[in-house]
Nanobody, 121 residues
Framework: QVQLVESGGGLVQPGGSLRLSCAASGFAFSIYAMTWYRQAPGKERELVATITSAAGNTNYADSVNGRFTISRDNVKNTVFLQMDSLKPEDTAVYYC??????????????WGQGTQVTVSS
């Protein structure tokens, strides 16, 4: 059974930090690209950061570049999002996504249930 379980969300003051985790099971984690998305109330879901499977190359949304860091541990089947210098506009539900496009086969994409991050004084 495929599972992605996010944790680490919560309430933090502006300028603070949080570290999100997404624990994966039920699929070959190491070959999947992993991405963090977020969705704020009344807004569309947006990509925050992504990390590739093999080389671990990373890419960030302009709004978080320099403040957030995505990383992965292919032994523990976990992806992380270190969030520093948090701003109120970072408030959202954060989701992790696993994605793999096998040759000549349908795309595989799995989602977690989300974790709430609230940045407020």
């Amino acid at each position: 059974q495929v599972q992605l379980v996010e944790s680490g969300g919560g309430l933090v003051q502006p300028g603070g930090s949080l570290r999100l985790s997404c624990a994966a099971s039920g699929f070959a984690f190491s070959i999947y690209a992993m991405t963090w998305y977020r969705q704020a109330p009344g807004k569309e879901r947006e990509l925050v950061a992504t990390i590739t499977s093999a080389a671990g190359n990373t890419n960030y949304a302009d709004s978080v570049n320099g403040r957030f860091t995505i990383s992965r541990d292919n032994v523990k089947n976990t992806v992380f999002l270190q969030m520093d210098s948090l701003k109120p506009e970072d408030t959202a539900v954060y989701y992790c996504n696993a994605r793999y496009a096998p040759p000549f086969s349908p795309l595989r994409s799995y989602w977690g249930q989300g974790t709430q991050v609230t940045v407020s004084s």
